[in-house]
């Protein structure tokens, strides 16, 4: 079914394929919450590894649809209209780009891609097939939620700066400097297959990914919710601070950033992955906001309540978020964009610009200079 037929059809419900789920399959089960869509298959191509394989079937038998390797015939014989990706992040755009050409509404995880080309191949993929698009994020969150509306209130008026801390409080393997001189290496995808089984896994994929291109979405995300203007250049320090599987690919496990936008609006993040000891709950998570008349901070997990009992497990959170219905806010912001034609929360454009800002800070991590951030269609 094509775009426009979709469009003028308005199904009462519509119908998905999972493409690909290496992870925790959180984007479409996320989706699945939502009674509008329905999943009817997951799907992937026949060369994935066996364990993609395995973690694919179990989603199948979880929603009870049929799994089938070939993704061109799932989007062809299951009458969807939705493609969820879900992948390894090297592979995210071609998915996506492929269910596009197919006529399909694109849900997609974190990150956009490894590679800004292939963000800029799907964003033409995106605008050709006149199909919706939607980054899965955090931004139905009711903390963000009651500070976007402060913002456009104008209660603090005219918004100045903008701060977020995002430090996740998970671990990653070895702590640096623990393991002997001499060891070898961690190689990044054995260890992210090896901490599925704990949920630590994070940036699943060939590609060593630091916590600035796996976890800088959400921050710049609130960013631009709040502020509404793009990112013109940017200044980063990054390291690999605490885990030794980051120090041996290279890439960052913490990151400081520092965003110069449009209309004078200044930017400050912090972000890593601190380690599950280091915090008491799922890790520091605020925005703090400057206003003209005003300013508040905003702690992202509330409202929460704390849990505990006898024989607790001891890395179990204590902490539990309430009133949280995020995954059905982003999912009604897409049925509606679908139905109306209209634009989703974070459209392809918007992702392809937070994935260029995050390109641009790890330039800057490793320079040691400010990086201007590639806009699109601008020449390097």
Request: glycine residues 8%.
């Given at each position: 079914m094509s775009a426009s037929n979709t469009k003028n059809a308005r199904p009462t419900v519509h119908r998905f394929a999972a493409l690909s789920v290496v992870k925790h399959a959180y984007v479409p089960l996320g989706l699945a919450t939502h009674p509008k869509f329905e999943p009817a298959v997951v799907a992937d191509d026949a060369d994935v590894p066996e364990w993609t394989h395995e973690r694919n079937q179990q989603l199948a038998d979880q929603f009870g649809v049929p799994y089938v390797r070939d993704v061109e015939r799932a989007l062809a014989d299951f009458d969807v209209d939705v493609a969820v990706v879900s992948s390894e992040a090297e592979r995210h755009c071609d998915l996506s780009?492929?269910?596009?050409?197919?006529?399909?509404?694109?849900?997609?995880?974190?990150?956009?891609?490894?590679?800004?080309?292939?963000?800029?191949?799907?964003?033409?993929?995106?605008?050709?097939?006149?199909?919706?698009?939607?980054?899965?994020?955090?931004?139905g969150l009711p903390a963000v939620i009651q500070a976007r509306d402060v913002v456009e209130s104008g209660q603090i008026g005219r918004l100045y700066a903008v701060h977020v801390d995002f430090y996740f409080?998970?671990?990653?393997?070895?702590?640096?400097?623990?393991?002997?001189?001499?060891?070898?290496?961690?190689?990044?995808?054995?260890?992210?297959?090896?901490?599925?089984?704990?949920?630590?896994?994070?940036?699943?994929?060939?590609?060593?990914?630091?916590?600035?291109?796996?976890?800088?979405?959400?921050?710049?995300?609130?960013?631009?919710?709040?502020?509404?203007?793009?990112?013109?250049?940017?200044?980063?320090?990054?390291?690999?601070?605490?885990?030794?599987?980051?120090?041996?690919?290279?890439?960052d496990d913490l990151a400081s950033v520092t965003l110069e936008m449009d209309d004078g609006l200044l930017g400050t993040m912090s972000l890593g992955r601190i380690g599950a000891s280091s915090h008491p709950d799922i890790g520091e998570i605020k925005i703090h906001l400057l206003g003209s008349e005003g300013a508040m901070v905003v702690s992202e997990p509330r409202p929460e309540v704390g849990v505990y009992y006898r024989g607790q497990p001891v890395h179990e959170f204590r902490n539990r978020r309430v009133g949280v219905e995020n995954d059905f806010h982003l999912a009604e912001n897409f049925r509606r964009a679908i139905e109306s034609g209209g634009k989703t929360m974070l459209d392809v454009r918007e992702s392809r610009a937070i994935c260029a800002t995050v390109e641009a800070a790890i330039r800057s991590g490793r320079s040691g200079q400010p990086e201007i951030v590639n806009r699109i269609g601008a020449t390097s």
């Amino acid at each position: 079914m094509s775009a426009s037929n979709t469009k003028n059809a308005r199904p009462t419900v519509h119908r998905f394929a999972a493409l690909s789920v290496v992870k925790h399959a959180y984007v479409p089960l996320g989706l699945a919450t939502h009674p509008k869509f329905e999943p009817a298959v997951v799907a992937d191509d026949a060369d994935v590894p066996e364990w993609t394989h395995e973690r694919n079937q179990q989603l199948a038998d979880q929603f009870g649809v049929p799994y089938v390797r070939d993704v061109e015939r799932a989007l062809a014989d299951f009458d969807v209209d939705v493609a969820v990706v879900s992948s390894e992040a090297e592979r995210h755009c071609d998915l996506s780009v492929r269910a596009a050409n197919s006529g399909k509404h694109v849900v997609q995880d974190k990150p956009m891609s490894t590679q800004l080309s292939e963000c800029d191949r799907l964003v033409e993929a995106v605008e050709r097939n006149d199909v919706r698009f939607l980054m899965w994020n955090r931004n139905g969150l009711p903390a963000v939620i009651q500070a976007r509306d402060v913002v456009e209130s104008g209660q603090i008026g005219r918004l100045y700066a903008v701060h977020v801390d995002f430090y996740f409080s998970k671990d990653a393997g070895p702590r640096k400097g623990s393991r002997p001189p001499g060891y070898p290496p961690i190689r990044w995808l054995d260890r992210q297959i090896e901490a599925h089984h704990d949920g630590s896994d994070g940036g699943v994929g060939q590609d060593a990914m630091g916590e600035l291109a796996v976890e800088g979405i959400y921050p710049l995300a609130y960013i631009r919710l709040l502020g509404g203007v793009e990112v013109q250049r940017v200044f980063a320090r990054t390291t690999a601070h605490f885990h030794q599987a980051h120090a041996d690919n290279h890439v960052d496990d913490l990151a400081s950033v520092t965003l110069e936008m449009d209309d004078g609006l200044l930017g400050t993040m912090s972000l890593g992955r601190i380690g599950a000891s280091s915090h008491p709950d799922i890790g520091e998570i605020k925005i703090h906001l400057l206003g003209s008349e005003g300013a508040m901070v905003v702690s992202e997990p509330r409202p929460e309540v704390g849990v505990y009992y006898r024989g607790q497990p001891v890395h179990e959170f204590r902490n539990r978020r309430v009133g949280v219905e995020n995954d059905f806010h982003l999912a009604e912001n897409f049925r509606r964009a679908i139905e109306s034609g209209g634009k989703t929360m974070l459209d392809v454009r918007e992702s392809r610009a937070i994935c260029a800002t995050v390109e641009a800070a790890i330039r800057s991590g490793r320079s040691g200079q400010p990086e201007i951030v590639n806009r699109i269609g601008a020449t390097s």
